[in-house]
């Protein structure tokens, strides 16, 4: 039986007091210094190297992720039963790190084969959409695509991804304004207009509070052979509006089927950041693999969404200080002070996150893991700070204000416009999305091995040897291939129909 001859930890940075288990290290293993393990430490946590007495802080990536609650010694497992949450004063120094990107020509960007749209947008898909106003509708939406699925309507038009039904839970039983509405609102308009989408067809039952006239009279929608609406009582109960949406998709089939892949530049792409079910290696190996490959494409001049806040609490001094104003800076510490005040009412705590799994897997506190979490964002300057479902508009790297609950936030990106999704995960997050395709990235190789057909790339071999900016590189290949048509992983096992899950705020009533 060979030896591992790689070391048994990781150290972060030479001002940690901890370090990281590459490898599962069993009670009396010879570490550093003289220090052994006094226990036996789980792969991916946490290990003492230093004494650290109680209350002192303890210190991952060079940053503060906790502070003792008790007195550690060098070898001891570092983990919920010693470590504990604590205030600190952050250092936001806005602007200091923002430096300027040298956004590559056009003529010299990176290219892929999109679908442009008539409004010069760029979809890396062509489904057609049937959008739900409320759930009353939402059996029907998925009573219409299926049937259109069944049909063969689509066998004559082969650049046609699909017929899928976005449906969700709300629409109506709550306020006709306000934080909540204005949510579903956006976040119905972005999907519409989300580039992905060749058709929509929009399905309401006639009396909820979320009017499908009035999104339309607000964003200036008009009937046409891309954009379709009805209501169940309208149209005359239930088969009939089947009946009805059916003959509406025959309809666009045609328009939504002439649309053709054609060589556009990079910079068309608008990348989701993700990441789910999160390690102790997340911010060790995938999730900087992909920070680097949002730089590749913020290079080529494209864009790439940052989000889930509650995840990136106590990193957020690391994203104001690479802000291009104060005022961008700022809007993103509003957004945390929301959360902040949002979780008291709810008699929560920031704290709550990170998840059991998370916690399986090496992450003890809210600040351990939001540093990894924000290493996706890359290194570029942070050049625009967005509420959920905002239009992003703004090239290079961008934040979206969303929760750190995987749907919710992710449908919030796609509503903003992302074009394709990369997806960081750990313990083995089975995520897929529709109409915007999701690139799964495994942070170890044992997860991966085990979880092969739902992993698209395996980032676990940067503890082998590979570089980061081997693997940055080899994401942001696949995230242009993904973009040009290749299928994922996710979209071979037929993921997508049940994960629109906008975010819904506020009173039910």
Not at 100 to 122: D, K, S
Not at 428 to 442: D, N, Q, T
Not at 487 to 493: A, D, F, P, V, Y
Request: with cysteine; proline share 4%; charged share 20%.
């Amino acid at each position: 039986m060979m030896m591992d001859s790689r070391p048994p930890f990781l150290r972060l940075s030479q001002n940690d007091n901890i370090a990281v288990a590459a490898r599962k290290i069993e009670e009396g293993a010879p570490l550093a210094d003289a220090v052994h393990a006094l226990e036996r430490i789980p792969f991916g946590h946490k290990v003492a190297l230093e004494p650290v007495e109680s209350g002192q802080a303890v210190r991952k990536f060079g940053q503060v992720i906790g502070f003792a609650s008790k007195a550690i010694r060098p070898g001891e497992w570092v983990h919920e039963h010693n470590l504990e949450m604590g205030e600190f004063e952050r250092d936001y120094r806005f602007c200091q790190d923002a430096q300027p990107v040298n956004v590559l020509p056009v003529a010299e960007q990176a290219t892929f084969q999109g679908y442009r749209r008539a409004n010069g947008r760029v979809g890396t898909r062509n489904y057609i959409g049937i959008l739900t106003s409320v759930n009353c509708s939402a059996s029907v939406a998925r009573f219409i695509a299926e049937a259109a699925m069944r049909s063969g309507m689509l066998d004559d038009f082969p650049n046609v991804d699909g017929v899928v039904s976005f449906t969700h839970g709300t629409g109506c039983g709550l306020a006709s304004s306000g934080e909540g509405f204005d949510l579903l609102k956006r976040t119905q308009w972005g999907y519409a207009s989300n580039p992905n989408l060749g058709g929509v067809l929009m399905v309401g039952l006639g009396c909820e509070v979320f009017q499908i006239a009035r999104l339309k009279e607000l964003y200036g929608l008009e009937e046409s052979d891309t954009f379709r609406s009805m209501t169940i009582q309208d149209t005359g109960g239930t088969r009939r509006t089947i009946e009805a949406g059916l003959e509406r998709v025959r309809e666009m089939l045609p328009v939504v089927g002439a649309h053709k892949r054609e060589t556009v530049p990079a910079s068309e792409i608008t990348l989701a950041l993700q990441c789910g079910g999160s390690d102790g290696y997340s911010g060790i190996t995938a999730n900087p693999a992909l920070g680097l490959a949002a730089d590749m494409l913020v290079r080529n001049g494209g864009t790439a969404v940052l989000a889930e806040t509650p995840e990136i609490y106590g990193a957020e001094h690391l994203l104001t200080r690479r802000a291009i104003s104060r005022e961008v800076g700022e809007k993103l510490i509003e957004r945390i002070h929301w959360w902040e005040d949002y979780t008291a009412r709810h008699k929560g705590e920031m704290n709550n996150n990170p998840s059991p799994g998370n916690k399986l897997g090496g992450l003890t506190t809210i600040l351990e893991k939001s540093l990894g979490a924000a290493a996706k964002g890359g290194s570029t300057p942070l050049a625009a700070v967005y509420e959920y479902a905002e239009r992003v508009s703004e090239k290079g790297f961008v934040f979206m204000d969303t929760p750190g609950y995987d749907p919710v936030s992710v449908t919030g990106q796609v509503a903003g416009g992302c074009n394709v999704v990369c997806f960081t995960t750990g313990r083995g997050s089975a995520y897929g999305c529709k109409p915007s395709p999701s690139i799964k990235l495994a942070t170890n190789s044992a997860m991966y091995e085990r979880m092969a057909e739902d992993m698209d790339v395996n980032c676990g071999d940067i503890l082998d040897g590979v570089t980061l900016e081997e693997k940055g590189r080899q994401i942001f290949d696949e995230v242009l291939a993904v973009a040009s048509g290749k299928r994922t992983k996710s979209e071979q096992l037929g993921y997508g129909d049940n994960e629109f899950v906008p975010w819904q705020i506020g009173a039910v009533m």
